[in-house]
């Protein structure tokens, strides 16, 4: 395929799409029998349709999914693209001997709580007050069942066992998960395989053209292969499980989560190819900056460690007085009990939430030393911004409880705690500096690198 022939029909975007617009896409296509078939393959926990898109019957099969994770909206702008293409008889995706998969939004439940801040230009604050993501346990990506040692995990989401059933339907060469890193700290694409050297320098060359940063370094760089700078090797559960045993005296307890979609379908078909395009929202100079900072990065990391754990023993002392007013059946009822409330007296040891865990910062001999500029944003912003914005989802739930007193209190009370942690944060982040990406050059990163990796399978067949 000629990526640049496509890219050049990617439309302009002022915001990313709603999930009431991708229904609407989908009953277009429905009504104008573009594609060659389009299926409810079920509803959300919250009753919503999820669909399934196939255009062609290509010798490849592909499989777009959007919404994984129901913060990361450049997905729902790519799926809505693709399918308009497709819809076109886009010459280029046509004649390229693909069968065309897509579900345009498996999480509509958790999308629908995004849209407070994703139909807006991007703040900070904004994004931070209208914030969800559930936890590991209870997301589509990572409920799918795993054992391995003592990690049992079998309970998987209601939309991720809707995930499942396509998946062992469709069979695919190649998954594409829709992933973003929802924020801010340079791009970068992980692969459970190596898609080689052209490939991996196209993906780096797309994402340059557009004006993203790359993010050469991860956390966890030590427990993935490097196929390049800027492109690694996805990590498994039972990976990082088997690193927080090293540093952890109960990683049982730390892992509450079960394995990713990518790693299901590699066990029903070992060849396939997954592509994750984690694209940051948010352009910044020190991502992915070598500059040294002068400042320790185990001292960043612990400072950031304490700062979430005062946050959390705030809403916690808040809880013991306004838990007979809450709702439980509200959706960020679960998120902040098994979160926060649950984990009391597990706090010590770090956020369920958190990337970071205090025993490994603490005893890490890999963080004793200087830290590079990208790598002390990458702390502020993942450990410290995004951490805080899982955190607020408490505010959001007692805002859901009709008014009272103690409620009402307990909001200023709490708003007053997040703006000056937020305003700590921003400023040590030098916030102003920040510029956001368009949804367009999102989009066509997104889209342009899934072709690459399906050229890079074709290439290879």
Known sequence: MNIDRVLAKVPEFSRFATVKELGELVRSVEDSRSADEVRCVG????GLPIHHLRFGRGRIKALFVGFPHPNEPIGGNTVQTLIKLLEENNEELCSSDIEWNIIPCIDPDGAMLNEQWTQE?????????????QEYEDQVE???????????FDDIKHEAAILRDVLNDVLPDFYYPLHNNAGAGGAYFLSNRDLGGKANQHLIAVAKEYGLGIQINLPYEQLVQRFADGVFEILPTSRWYDSLSETASDPDHLVRIGCASWEYLVEIKPAAVTLLAELPMLAHPSDGSQVHSGENLRRIKLGIDAQNKFVAAEILQTWDDVSPF???SNPFYKKVYQGVVSQRRSLAAGLAFSPARTEDTLFNSSYSREAVE???????????????CHLYEFVRLLKAVPEKPEIAAAIQRLDKIFS???????????ADKFSQISPRSLTSVQLASGLVALNAIMDLQ
Do not use: C, K, W
């Not at 509803?43 to 919250?46: C, F, I, M, Q, W």
């Not at 230009?121 to 993501?133: A, E, K, T, V």
């Not at 990208?374 to 995004?386: P, S």
């Open 374 to 388: 990208g790598e002390r944003f990458n702390v502020l912003f993942l450990e410290g911004y995004f951490v805080l």
């Open 326 to 328: 809450i709702e439980t």
């Open 420 to 430: 000056d942690v937020l305003r700590s944060i921003s400023t040590r982040m030098e």
């Open 121 to 133: 230009p991007f703040s900070l604050d904004r994004h931070m007050r209208g914030f969800h993501r």
């Open 142 to 152: 990572y409920s799918f069942p795993i054992r391995h040692r003592l990690l049992q």
């Open 43 to 46: 509803r959300s926990a919250g």
